[in-house]
């Protein structure tokens, strides 16, 4: 069902017109976007772009000002965050934000608390992240940054989401690490998820995103296929340069 | 030999300290919330108990079979109204809305039953009597039947946090909630079966300490809510065990005060409460990383 040509235009999650303020600021100004199943739906921008409150916002943690967000064709704007997560859309918040107390596995038992069903496992998680299972009566505080952004992704696949909302895997861990992370890509889309993710890491962004969709202070800059922007504009969205169209040089 | 039987007398008292804290214990290590009406709830589990005796006639013993249900309800229900739509606001309005419970419940039990004290299952034989070890060590069948039954409650309670799937549950939201509401648990009913828990709890203890000495609606503040607030410091916050140890050592400063000198006994309990404020603030046993 995920990713099939056939219902290419039914997109799985539509934000429309959103707008989202933190008090008296305007974190999101109507932003929208349509995330197609089976997509890997990137949105990039600097710090404070408004990305982490979107995706918030996508997971229920956030109240809108106004717009909608509809889920597999139904309105869930109002509808509170654990129902959401139980429906099917699963995130990697940011910071990792692991219950810290417990072990390994009992954060995963966790996300598989109100699992759907579906082809995640906690074995199966153990498989994709080798050296897990050895490890998994450890309590996670005692884990390294990337060992935890693991165990992060891990909670979430368990509950075997349609969608995953992937908030800036890259946060403060080491390139090596964020590659090897974004290295495993290619296996958890192959269960057939669609993810919709914020990177403040534009090349780890590109190189999985099958969509792009950069923000500037709560606004829509750019939006495309990375294949038909070109860098110099990716640049020019990213940093808000209003000389962008001067650099335009190429034939 | 006095001092012996001083310490075991303490031992048996600090059960039914342990019993009194450890819901209070529980209920701000997974909501964060202060509950000064705690000491009142031990004493409507009393009258609860009082009045189910009354109308039903079950055995003084096994009215806890009626009452603590009935106070788990309660605790739900409370804490999903009046503590969660407080917990919404701040920190500070839990606090005063838990200390207005305290004033309401303290003024509805004088409205109902009168300032006069009360007392349950004088006359029972398992509670009023006690056997002797040589000549100066009395033991109450009772205190170590309630100092048993504290043991019981807290492995019990202990087994259930860290094996089951709802003290699983309950652990992940008061380590992060939100991040327990990505997990799809709805935090509120969690924050409820953690209060339910504690409300049984104090229930139980209520009645325990119904059945040792008389009780009147002052009591809940005036003494229980202290003894439960001095354990779980003593202690250490969150951990079950460090309740029970919390209690004991209450229980046990309290009993060798009292030999000293009659007018001793709470001072001497207080002293060690300070003492460990100052040198040990987390508590004896602090649980590891959420110190």
Not at chain 2, 183 to 206: E, K, W
């Amino acid at each position: 069902m995920s990713g099939a040509q056939g219902e290419a235009s039914t997109p799985i999650l539509e934000v429309r017109d959103l707008t989202v303020h933190h008090g008296q600021l305007r974190a999101l100004d109507r932003i929208s976007l349509r995330v197609l199943p089976g997509e890997v739906y990137a949105i990039i921008g600097a710090n404070g772009a408004g990305k982490s409150t979107l995706l918030r916002t996508i997971a229920g943690l956030h109240h809108p000002t106004e717009g909608s967000i509809r889920y597999d064709g139904q309105d869930v704007t109002r509808i509170r965050p654990e129902r959401r997560a139980t429906s099917g859309i699963a995130m990697v918040p940011e910071g990792r934000r692991l219950f810290g107390s417990l072990t390994v596995q009992e954060n995963l038992q966790i996300g598989a608390t109100y699992a759907r069903k579906g082809p995640w496992t906690i074995d199966r998680v153990y498989e994709l992240f080798s050296w897990m299972r050895d490890r998994r009566a450890q309590r996670t505080e005692q884990l390294s940054g990337g060992e935890q952004q693991a165990v992060a992704i891990g909670r979430a696949l368990v509950a075997n989401p349609r969608v995953l909302l992937l908030d800036e895997l890259s946060l403060g861990l080491a390139p090596v690490v964020v590659q090897r992370i974004y290295g495993m890509m290619p296996q958890i889309l192959a269960s057939g998820l669609t993810v919709l993710l914020v990177e403040q890491d534009v090349s780890q962004a590109l190189r999985v995103a099958s969509h792009l969709q950069c923000l500037l202070e709560g606004r829509t800059t750019l939006e495309g296929r990375p294949s038909d922007v070109t860098a110099a504009e990716v640049e020019a969205a990213y940093f808000g340069l209003r000389s962008a169209p001067a650099e335009e040089t190429e034939p | 030999m006095v001092w012996v039987n001083q310490v075991i007398q303490g031992i048996l008292t600090g059960g039914l300290y342990a019993l009194f804290a450890c819901g209070l214990s529980l209920m701000f290590g997974v909501m964060k919330v202060v509950n000064l009406a705690h000491g009142d709830l031990a004493i409507v589990g009393g009258y609860v108990a009082v009045g189910v005796i009354t109308v039903t006639h079950v055995p003084v013993l096994w009215s806890f079979v009626i009452v603590v249900p009935l106070m788990a309800v309660l605790g739900y229900v409370l804490q999903r109204t009046v503590i969660q739509a407080a917990l919404d606001r701040s920190v500070l309005t839990t606090l005063l809305v838990t200390f207005g419970l305290s004033v309401v419940i303290e003024n509805a039990l004088l409205e109902f039953f009168t300032a006069g004290s009360h007392s349950l299952g004088t006359g029972n034989a398992i509670i009023t009597s006690s056997f002797s070890i040589g000549s100066q060590i009395s033991i109450a069948y009772l205190g170590l039947l309630i100092f048993a039954v504290a043991v019981v409650v807290l492995t019990g309670l202990q087994y259930f946090l860290s094996r089951s799937r709802y003290g699983r549950m309950i652990r992940a939201v008061a380590d992060d909630k939100e991040a327990a509401q990505l997990s799809g648990i709805d935090y509120r009913h969690v924050f409820g079966i953690a209060a339910a828990i504690a409300f049984g709890t104090v229930a139980l203890a209520g009645i325990a300490y119904g059945m040792t000495s008389q009780f009147a609606p002052s009591t809940g503040t005036d003494t229980i809510l202290l003894f439960a607030f001095a354990a779980v410091v003593i202690g250490g916050l969150g951990s079950l065990w460090g309740t029970l140890l919390g209690g004991v050592i209450l229980g046990v400063a309290q009993a060798i005060g009292a030999q000293i000198n009659g007018s001793d006994e709470l001072l001497a309990g207080y002293i060690v409460f300070l003492v460990v404020l100052v040198v040990r603030p987390q508590g004896l046993i602090a649980r590891g990383g959420q110190a």
